[in-house]
């Protein structure tokens, strides 16, 4: 059974840059035939995708977060990485990360608490 587990902090100071590390377990990074995703939920709100990357391919990019976003591999520890700069309080949110792509996601994990907050 595959789980994704998410790493990273859980406070982040306004304009910092927020890491966060998605660990694969009971497979590899190439066991994704359509990639691995980072999506959020902030307080009250409904879950916003923010970047997909593919296992040979261009990474997609929410327009709204393109700018402050990029996301990388290590294969050699079946991670992924997400980092979203110049952070603000309305990054608050549940971070997770998926595998699957376009709203299809067979395998998620539980999701990390971040906030924004100096």
């Known amino acids: 059974q595959m789980q994704l587990q998410e790493s990273g902090p859980g406070l982040v100071k306004p304009s910092q840059t927020l890491v966060l590390t998605c660990t694969v377990s009971?497979?590899?990074?190439?066991?994704?035939?359509?990639?691995w995703s980072w999506i959020r939920q902030s307080p009250g709100k409904g879950l916003e995708w923010i970047i997909h990357?593919?296992?040979?391919?261009?990474?997609d990019y929410s327009p709204s977060l393109k700018s402050r976003t990029s996301i990388s591999r290590d294969t050699s520890k079946n991670q992924f990485t997400l980092q979203l700069s110049s952070v603000t309080p309305e990054d608050t949110a549940k971070y997770f990360c998926a595998r699957g792509a376009d709203w299809h996601y067979d395998y998620w994990g539980q999701g990390i608490q971040v906030t924004v907050s100096s």
């Open positions: 990357t593919h296992n040979a391919g261009p990474t």
């Open positions: 009971g497979g590899t990074l190439t066991d994704a035939p359509s990639g």
